[in-house]
């Protein structure tokens, strides 16, 4: 039913409209929702609006489209409904739907323009795409792009055909294909906005273009309706090349294994030249079709699993975060310099603390590195860019550090080293301020065993490299106080990571189950296995490297440090193999110092496997590994693992057991996590495929008491899995 005047008049109307001074315009507001999502009651509200235009209401001669959510305008379809979709006939009909809708806008007889302010994602996009002119707020929250790839999907709201002829093909596939976000100002450049204005005049100003469109002083900017609007694309066979190179680009960095960016490039080739609705068919049977696919149900599991880790530490009731203002870095190294540039990314001010003064100057200069690199990919202004910097100061003094909101120590992975700089912290700062470890593997019940105050003491692990890695693993030991957990979620957050809480144990979470994994690939090295097989083997299996690649980029010495902490505490089934001591002893590091198991040359670039690794760890390559028995060790021995800590109470759900590995050591996207492979393959399938390792490889490839259980009971780890 569309939305009565009722509801209009008391504000529980998804979409309301008003005619003033001409102009109609529609107010979004989705009550009850964080955000606003196209779902049936939006556009059962659009729908009654769009027929009182149709009907001429009010004598408005223009429309404009704006939001009165803070931050966002449309955030895309609901992907909750997606749960629902059960054929691909389902998705398909909703596509459709939302076709018709749009379709009906773009006829209107009167211009309608989208006043952006906030996010534009997905459907919300292409709501915007099916209007006449599009302008936009210069707000950092305004963001325009078409995120479906990231779901398993694609846009089915016409996005697929629109945006290709509103800015060229290979501008809506570069889009389409990365699900990359742009701010008002890239979206002009990029062509997909018209104009760029401030917030508080957003709303005036397009109503005035809007007026100015329908008295014909100015002229709308709708999409092409012969193809590609772009002449250089219009060029005998250009066409072909752009799809080829994408096509080309998707394989290399998918392997083939996720269905959407494919569909995506055929469902563009396919519709382009055709009238628009015949094109928007085309798109409608691949949305439906994609949404039932495995991939896309468990990278909408990923969605809604990220989102929840984000929004719940799983705190007591009533644990309030303090506010996280400023920042104190101690240990100016690569991770330290890290940890500065994004928390000063985040508008907080950074002491970035060394001993020496070369070493903290050398870290703020990596962390101003980072920070300038990255405002320029955003086309951040020069003054902009100079305010970021300066947010960072280096220093050799604790002077200063009583003001931080949070320490997070970055030192060098040795306890006694640790312990001292904990002590040293703890003198300079109050009672107020959160002590955060950045340790890898050390537990924090020890390291706080150093503190004065051990309730003030956290593990913050960050990923490597600290400003492209989503995840930010919390540990919690048996004392830390729920308002320090609370803080540092926040601070997490507000550095845009996604933080997963997790008890104290050693290697943590993301490390425990990487561990073994990292331990089964050396084995398989002893066994006569080729060092490209494996990793080969992985990244077939989905991984972004394999591990051998992954020992490199760690560093050999990085690793065996580790994995030494891990045998000592698992003894059982992470007995590192000598392969890597052998590497280290005969100077290899990897890739930081030219030489590790694949050779580099003189300008660092990979050249290869370093055939002369066989000689040294004595285990010539003898046969050829099944890529399947390789997968199965390998991945087995993680789900295992994983499901073990959740066990053992180190982690706290199989949703931040999912979340963790995938956003922290790149466990395959589109299988959704380790949990959640279990629940889609089956816990004895699993317990199957494990029992039969174990009785050729041994005892580390026993079991989990709680799979067993899983298996015996049927039971799931997700509660959103079928
Ligand atoms: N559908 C349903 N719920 C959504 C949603 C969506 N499209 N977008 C956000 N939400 C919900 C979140 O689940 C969360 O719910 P909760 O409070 O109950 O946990 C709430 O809104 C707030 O979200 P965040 O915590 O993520 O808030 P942030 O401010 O950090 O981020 C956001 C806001 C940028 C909008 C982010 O949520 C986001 O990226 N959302 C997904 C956008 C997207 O992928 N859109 C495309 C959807 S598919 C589509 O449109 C298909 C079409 O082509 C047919």
Redesign the pocket.
Known sequence: MAATATEERVGTAPARMEVEDGVAVIRLNQPG???N??NAELLQALDGILARLEKGEGGARAVVIVSEKK??WI??????QFKDFRTPADGEA??RA?HALLGRLERLPIPVVAAIDG?A????L?VALACGYRVASDSPKT?LG???V??G?????G?TQRLPRLIGVRGALDLMLTGKQLDGRRARAAGIVDEVVPAPVLLPIAKRIALEIADGTRAPRTASKTGSPENVERLPGMLSVIFRKAREGVLAKTHGLYPAPLRILQVVHDGLGKPLDEALKIEAKA?GELAVTPEARSLLHL??VT??A??DAALPEGTKPRKVEEVAVVGAGFMGAGIAAVSAEAGIEVRLKDVKLEAAAKGLKTARDTLVKRARRKKARRFEVTALIDRVQATTEYAGFRQADVVVEAVFEDVKVKHAVIKEIEAAIGPDTVLGSNTSTIPIATLAEAAARPENVIGLHFFSPVDKMPLLEIIVHDRTASWVTATSHAYGKQIGKTPIVVNDSPGFYANRILSPYMAEAALLLEEGARMDEIDRAMTDWGYPVGPITLYDEVGLDVAQKAGKIMAAAFADRMKPSTVVDRLVADGRSGRKNGKGFYAYDAEGKRTGPDESVYALIGSPPARAHDRAEIQDRLGLMMVNEAVRTLEEGVLRSARDGDVGAVLGIGFPPFRGGPFWYVDQVGAQNVLNRLRALEARFGARFAPAKLLEEKARTGGKFSDDAA
Request: no cysteine; proline share 7%; hydrophobic share 45%.
């Open positions: 929702k964080p955000v999502v196209i931050g966002t955030a895309g379809a609901d992907i909750e909703a596509s939302g996010v994602l997905g459907g919300g292409e963001k078409l995120p479906e990231q779901l999907i694609l846009p089915g709201a996005g949305f969605f809604f989102t929840a984000k929004n």
